[in-house]
Every structure is written in C-alpha cells, then in structure tokens.
C-alpha cells in the first residue's frame, strides 16, 4: 500500500534517476532525434520533485494532476504532452484513495498509457515510449491478478518495460521524430521507452 | 568536455537572454513576455483582426520571433532549442494577441509541437477565444504515410507566414485565412542538406556526425539526420539533389509560376546561397517553371549548420498580393 | 586535401556565380556587370545625384553588393574573396553610375583597398569624373600609429554607407556627402572577436588554426590573426572586451547617444547575437550611453566565420535622420 | 643582352615560377595575412604570360606596360598595384631599346623600384617586397658598375633578394596587411618578398 508520501518518494526517485541518467537519454536521442530528451526530461522531472516542498497536496491525485501539470508546462517536444497526460490520467482512478493498492495502481496505470495512446496515437512496435509501458501494465496485471502486492508488480511491471525498452532497439520508428530516418532508426534503443523504463522502475522501488 | 564556441552565458539561460536581446534591439516593434518565452507585436492585441500565433523550438531564428511585427506574425512562442514550446506559453500568447477574431495557430510538423498546440487549442477553446491551427508539412525528405510522423515543416512555414500575415492584415477573417494557410501549405514543397551539423548548447557537442568529405540530404532543421550521407558534390549537383523531388512532388508544369526560396541553415555564407540560387534559377527555367518572387538568406536555420534548403512554393494571384504587401519584422521588412 | 564544406562549384568561379545568382534573385532591384563584377542599382545612373560606390573582397556579404539600391550604394565592386577588386572594375562602376553630381568611393582602410581605389580615382579624374574617396577605419583592434598600415575599416562601413546614402538620396552635393562620411567614421568604433576561423574558397583551408577552448580578440574580416588568442569566456566577458575598448576610444560620456551595431561575422547564430546584444546593451546602460537606434544581425560577414564585433557610433540629428530614411537594398531594407 | 623574347620568356618563367610556389606563398600569407597571396599572385602571372601569344607586340616597353596593366588588373590586393606600378614604371627606361644591357636594365629595375616606393610608402624594414627588392637593386648595381654583364648581374640581384627575404622573417611588419599583428608577426617570413624573389630569380635565368 502507498501513501501519498510514498507517492512523492516516487517523484524524488524519478527526478534522481532521470538526473543520473540525463546524458545517456540524450546521447540516445542524438541517434535517431535531436539529442534532447535527457534534458527535457531532467527540466520536468526536477520541477515535479520540488513540488512537494512547495506546496501542502491534500491527496494522492491533487499532487498527480500536479506532476502531470508540471510535466507538460516544463517539458516541451513530445515527451512533455505524452508523460503530462500520462500523470493527470494516472490521477483519475485514485481519486478517492489515501492508501493505493495493487488493484487501484493497475487501473491507474491503464488509465495512464492509454492517455499516452490517446495523446501520440502510438501502437506497439513503433518504437516509442509506449513499447516500454504497454508489456509493464500487461506484467502488472498478470502479477497482481496472481496476487501479488504493490511492489512485487511493480517489479515485474519494471523488468518487462525493460525487456520492452531493449526490444526498441532493432524495430523501425514508426512516430516521432525517430520516424523521418526510415530504416536508419533501427539499431538504436528508443529514449523514451528508456525514460519511461526509468519512470516504472523508480515506482517498483517506492512504491511498496 | 572542451567549452563550446558560442557567445553565451549558462547554455539553460540562451534562449531568456536571446528574448531579452531582442527585446532591447526592437523596443518600437517587439513587447517580450519573458516569464512565458513570448515575442509580441507592440501594438498586441489589434482589434478585430485576426491574430497569427506562431511558435516553436528555438534556435531557428530569424523564425519565429524575427517575424513578430506588423503584416506577419503576432506573436511568437520560444521553446527551448529544437524544443516545442509548451501549452501554457502558446496560451498565454493566444490570449494575449486575439483582438476578437480570433487567432490562428501555425504549427510546424513535428509531433512535439503538433500536440502542444493541440493541448493549447483545446485549453483557449475552453477559454472562449476561436482558434484555428494548420500545420506545415512540407519537407519532401520525409515519406508522407502511415509510417512516418508525415512531412516535417520547413520552408514554407516562411513564406506562409508572410502571406497570411498579409491577409490577416487586409482584415480576411479567420475562415479565410486558415483557408489560405492550408493552400499554402499544399501548394508548398522543400529539401534541405547538410554539409556539417549543428551544437545544441544545453547538450555540448555536435547532433550528428559527418566525415570530412560527406553532407547529409534530406536533412530537417532540429540536427536530425536526413535521408541519406553522401559525398560532397558542387553545387549544380546539390541544387539537382534538391529542386528535383521538389518539383516532381509539386507536379510542377511548364508555364506555372512559384516563389523560389534558398535559405540557409545557418552557417553558410550568403555568397554560397546566391550561387545555389543561381543553380536553382537554372534549373527552374529548364523545366519552364516563372520565379514570380525570390526570396535568399537565412530565415530558417539550424542554429550554425552549413548547408540550405531549395522551397517552391506554387502560387495564385492571392498569393503574390499577400506577399508583395507590406511587412515590418526584424526579420522581413518591405514596402510603406 | 579532403573537399570544402561549400556549396560552390569551382571554387574559382565562386565570385561570378554569386553575382550572377544575386541579379537572379534580385532583376527588379539590381543588375550586374559580369565581366567586371559590379553589382549596380537597376536605375543607375540617377541624374543629378551623388553616387556611391563601394567594393572589396568577396565573402563580405551583404556588404557591399546587399547594398546597393535606392537610399545606399549606386554600385559595389566585388573583388575576389578576400582580395581587394582592381581600378578597371572600379572605374568602370563609377563610370556607370555617374549622374552628373559626382562619384564618392566609400573604402575600407587596407593597404590593397586603398591603393587600387586610389589608381582607380586618378583614371577617373583624367576622365572628367568628380570623384572623393572617404577611407574607413574604426577597429580599435590596431593601433593608428606610424608603425601599422593604420586602423582597418570594419562595422562602420555599413553605417556610413547606409547615412550617406541617405543623404545622397535627399540631394545633398558631393562635398556635403563627403563630409557626412568622414564625420560618421570619426565618430564610430569597432572591435570583434571570432570563435572559429574561415576558409577561403580558393585556399581550401582554414586561415588560421584556433584550439577547442580558444577565441581570438580583436580579429579583422579577413581571417587575419587579431590582437591575442584567448581562453574561451562567457558572453558578459566577451561583450566586456568589446565595448570597453571602444566606449574609451570614443570618450563616450553619460548622456551621448549612439547607434549600437551588433555583427555576426558570418557562422554565430543569430540567438547568440541577441544575447550578445543584451549585454552590450546592459555596459551602455551602466555608462549612461543612449542607445538611439540599433543593428543586429549579420551585415559585414567573413564568411562563415563564427564570431562577432561592435560598432558603436556617436550620432548627431542629421546622423539619425540618415539612418531612418527608406531604404531599399537586399540586405538593408525600410521605409515606404 | 636580353630582347623581346628574352623578356617575354622572363615573364613566362615567373609565371612557371609562381605557379609552383603558389601554396607556399599562400601559406606564408595565411601566418600573417590572408591567405591569398598565391592565388593572386598565381592568377595576375599566368594573364600575363598569355600576353604574348594573344597580342604581337612592338617593344619591349610596350610589352612590359602591357604586362604592368595585366597584373594591376588581376591581381588585386595589395600586391596587385605594387607589382602593376613596378613594371609600369620598368618600361619607362627601356622606350628605346631592343636589345637591353645592364646598364639600362639597371636604370629600369631603380625605376620599377621606385614606383613601389611611391605608391606603398613601403621603407627599409618595414617587412614588405621592398626588403627583397631594394638589396637586389643595390647588388645588381654593384656588380653592373663593376664591369659583369646583365645575366651576372642579375644572378647577384637575385642572391641580394633571397638573402633580403629570409631577413624579413624576423622582423615586424610595419607595412599592410601583417601590420595588423605588431609584435606576433615576428617570426615568419614576409609572402611579397618571397614572391619579389621569385621575379628576379626567373629574370636571372632568362635574361642574359
Ligand atoms: N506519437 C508518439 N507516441 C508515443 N511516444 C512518442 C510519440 N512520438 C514520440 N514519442 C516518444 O518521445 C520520445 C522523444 O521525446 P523528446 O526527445 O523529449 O521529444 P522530441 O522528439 O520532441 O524532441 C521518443 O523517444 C518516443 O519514445
Ligand atoms: N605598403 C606596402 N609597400 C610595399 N609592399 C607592401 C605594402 N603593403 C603590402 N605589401 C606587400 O604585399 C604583400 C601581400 O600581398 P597580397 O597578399 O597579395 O595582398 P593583400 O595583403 O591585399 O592580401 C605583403 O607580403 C607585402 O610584401
Ligand atoms: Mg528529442
Ligand atoms: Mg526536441
Ligand atoms: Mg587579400
Ligand atoms: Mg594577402
């Protein structure tokens, strides 16, 4: 069960990975976009992780609609719109929760990624973000159907978005900028299913 | 990491301090929103006309700020470098020009931009304020299907810019212009190359990589590697490489009339575009197309990549009207 | 030697093929003598005017061939790159662009330049044409002692040209224009600073050879070496070792009004040209100097050279009004 | 005694001459100018050894007016005046004759020099051709007053101006384009008295 504190650790993990992994997401970025995500994400992410000094949240979906805010105000290109809609849609199903459990964090995330579909249109196999997030929520599922806990689905959500983000790597870019290269895409992991990778680990461990 | 050979300070501070300059070299033209990364018309809102909001990633100057001013645009949003600007800049700047007829919103291909000002259109709908948005995709480097992002936009984002300012200027409203916008946009087509890359400050180093004896066709304007690495060739040939699937994209035929656009990317030298655009002349009178209107210098760049891009844009007598009217921007400027 | 990163064919002909893409680009405002690469006012000569006449290496661009029309020059002389044209095409300009009122030679302080101006003059003279010659030299860089060819003429020359020609325009006589000319380059100072060197189509190679972390200050247009190689430093330090320099050679004191020319010498963005404006800006608001107008962008180039310098030059009421009357040119263009 | 022919071989051979030094005058004009000298020293000679197969000419001064015309026409810069002046004025003496003896070769080289002179303000020292071309006028005159035929002669001029030009190296330039530098053009050897070298080391080998 997580608390709206845990929720916040999430953030503060999320904006530490990100910082650490920033150079890395760019130089990805350089490959096959325009070497910025590490940045654009490292902007939003440090924005939401002060969020909590900032400001008292009265509530676990008040403080992600923030996040959500936060991200597409600070983020810009097309991770800010897509992880933007992905917090605000996360906030939904959780709107009366102070204590989150593995079945409401499932409906949450579904609500999540199919915001991000929403947004970006993507479909599995473009080689986008949403390759990492679609086999996390579909590991989470199956390990909390099967009983498992908050932090034990995560786990399993995390270690299928990795294998997701690491399955970018020979496909085609089908969205995105990535997209304008054609066959030249291929041989070169996807920065935003390495970032959304980031997002779901950071989850798996705070949120327990 | 060696420093970077730019005229900066904090590489996260470029783009605020770039506004601020602007602002102090433009004070009778130029208003500039720093909290919101906004370059507007002095004289913003004008009432009863409609207003045209533009924006982007910076690093493309003279686009889009360079072309606030009266007979174009009325505001301008900066993104980062090569970074979309976000919804809440794009709001603000929206609300701040619409002078009651409504704004129209011009958008460059890019999936970034693209759904930033799909979430701004949605939140000033909501707001009350009428806006339409059309998107430039031009760049016929990039395949046009269900595999792609669609075409990115280039040149013609220029050259539309101009021509609906114009419009909006001659009081058309917003259905009029949003509908020239987009046949703009249809009847425009372009090709870049790259003879060198370009340095993001806040990443240090150059976007690509190209050998001494190599350039990049089909490049865009963010540093993303282009369709295909090619040895250095003259510029006849460069010239070939790029009006060719310009004209044959366009359909173009003998008799019709275009405006013709080399623009820089940023780090070539003026007297090599004018001998592109000889190149480019030339090949335009073998296939019998009329240059009505030129335009050559760098309006569209990449930051301080070498190399050009070759726009053709089909026009109608609307068209040539709008873009021989009068213009008053940093970056464009002609007529009373 | 791997091949330039240039859009040209034989580098040869690069001069030629410019001035022919340029009239191209340009048939209602200019035409061009091809054998003796003059670009000339379309309406050359205007009866009863002074003309002016400039010229110079290539690799300048705009100046001085974006330069020429109504309200600026009446002909440029192109030289090859980087080398000064010859009398032959230099009297052939001013023979076709001789009104009847005189001839005024606008030249930039080089050795060459100087001298072929002047051989030039002489044949003029014996031909029955009025001609004066103002010889520009405002970069503080160089000493103006007997032991140096003297300060070399750099930011200035467009100022000038573009006052000048303003006054021409309004009628004034050739003494007056003269004396016009030599006040404003007495009253205007430049220095620059380059980040990266250029290459000289014909040479094929870089003129001179900076490190990673390096920037030479007080550099000429033409590639020379400047004053000292220095430590890459922020552009408030930059700005800093321009303007001080300058504001000291001027004597500018609190309350004097000056026209602030910001530069790029060809390969800096123009956001980093704004930034730069910005601090220039902020060192004359320190020393109380009022900014009456301003210029930014790129204008006096050497070729794509990364860098940038500032003019700054004390301006009188005729000075101004010069400065805001119409102009008409490629590279400088205003008013009704 | 040098005639027409051996004057326009003169001029063929300078121009054989600069043609195979052009990069390395380039290269000495890029230390501490701009880099063009070669090319424009390269583009005014080979125009003006081309004067003699487009044109019949009547003299050897109408010749060598012809040739001072080209360069002032072709070259450009600074040196492009300097070199036009020179063998405009080199003419003057020879009106006359047809065939030239040191005598009169003497007077025309002191006349070349002194246009040099006159339009450059060029000085002992100050690190331009002058410091090539004033000690060859000195040697040519010392050797022709001591009885030695024109071909002699010249090869003393020619030993004069080497020895002229690697003097300027150390120096610093007071004159044109390297002026610019002060103290740092020191150090490098001046590119118009190495092409002035160049001149009368070819005058050497094909007038005698
Ligand atoms: N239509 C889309 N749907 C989902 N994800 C997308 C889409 N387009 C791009 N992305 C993701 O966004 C990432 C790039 O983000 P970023 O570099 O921050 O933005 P930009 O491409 O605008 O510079 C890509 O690696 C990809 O994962
Ligand atoms: N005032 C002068 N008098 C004599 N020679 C000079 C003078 N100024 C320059 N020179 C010579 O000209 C040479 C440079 O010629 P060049 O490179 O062709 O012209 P530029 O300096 O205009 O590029 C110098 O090396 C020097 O020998
Ligand atoms: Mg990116
Ligand atoms: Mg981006
Ligand atoms: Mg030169
Ligand atoms: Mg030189």
């Known amino acids: ?208 | 990491m060696a420093p970077m050979k730019k005229l900066l300070n904090d590489p996260a501070d470029v783009v605020v301090e770039a506004l601020a300059g602007m602002a102090a070299a433009h004070p009778d033209h130029l208003r500039v929103d720093l909290d919101h990364k906004l370059v507007l018309r002095a004289d913003a809102p004008v009432s009863g006309k409609v207003a045209l909001v533009s924006g982007g990633g910076s690093g493309h100057e003279p686009l889009h700020g360079g072309f606030v001013g009266r007979g174009m645009l009325d505001a301008a949003c900066a993104g980062e470098v090569f970074t979309s600007p976000v919804p809440d800049q794009i709001l603000a700047a929206t609300t701040a020009v619409d002078g009651g007829a409504g704004v129209l919103h011009v958008v460059k291909n890019y999936t970034g931009d693209v759904m930033n000002f799909e979430m701004a259109a949605e939140l000033a709908a909501e707001a009350g304020i009428q806006v339409e948005a059309v998107v430039t995709d031009d760049d016929v480097a990039v395949q046009d299907s269900l595999f792609t992002a669609g075409r990115r936009g280039v040149g013609v984002t220029v050259l539309l810019e101009k021509i609906v300012g114009a419009a909006a200027e001659e009081g058309q409203d917003l259905a009029a212009c949003a509908a020239l916008a987009r046949r703009v946009n249809e009847q425009g087509r372009s090709m870049g190359i790259a003879l060198t890359s370009c340095t993001v400050p806040a990443a240090g180093k150059p976007t690509f990589e190209l050998a001494e004896d190599e350039m990049e066709i089909g490049i865009g304007i963010h540093g993303e590697p282009g369709r295909s690495t090619e040895k250095l060739a003259p510029a006849r040939d460069i010239a070939a490489r790029l009006v060719e699937p310009v004209l044959s994209d366009l359909s173009l035929k003998r008799g019709e009339q275009v405006i013709a656009f080399v623009n820089g990317m940023g780090g070539t030298p003026l007297l090599e575009l004018y001998v592109m655009y000889g190149e480019v002349k030339r090949l335009l009178d073998d296939a019998g197309v009329t240059v009505a209107r030129s335009l050559v210098g760098n309006y569209i760049t990449s930051l301080e990549m070498a190399g050009c891009s070759v726009t053709l844009l089909r026009v109608d007598e609307e068209m040539v009207r709008c873009w021989d009217a009068p213009v008053d921007t940093p970056g464009l400027r002609w007529g009373g």
């Open chain 1, 1 to 208: 069960m997580a608390d709206l504190n845990a929720f916040q650790s999430w953030i503060s993990a999320c904006s530490a990975s990100i910082d650490d992994r920033a150079e890395d997401l760019t130089e990805l970025d350089r490959a096959i976009g325009d070497a910025d995500h590490g940045s654009n994400m490292k902007r939003g992410m440090s924005a939401c992780a002060q969020l909590a000094e900032q400001e008292d949240f009265s509530s676990i979906d008040a403080y992600l609609k923030k996040v959500g805010m936060t991200l597409v105000s600070t983020v810009g290109g097309a991770s800010g719109p897509l992880y933007g809609t992905f917090f605000l849609r996360l906030a939904g199903p959780l709107a009366a929760s102070e204590d989150v459990g593995p079945r409401e964090f499932g409906q949450a995330l579904r609500a999540g990624v199919e915001g991000i579909v929403a947004r970006g249109k993507a479909e599995a196999g473009d080689k986008t973000m949403y390759d990492a997030l679609a086999p996390a929520l579909e590991a989470f599922d199956e390990a909390s159907g099967s009983g498992a806990g908050l932090g034990e689905s995560l786990q399993a959500a995390a270690q299928a978005a990795a294998e997701g983000r690491d399955a970018t790597e020979p496909m085609v870019a089908r969205k995105g900028r990535a997209s304008y290269l054609g066959e030249r895409s291929a041989g070169h992991q996807d920065p935003g299913a390495t970032s959304a990778t980031v997002l779901i680990e950071a989850a798996a461990q705070t949120l327990t």
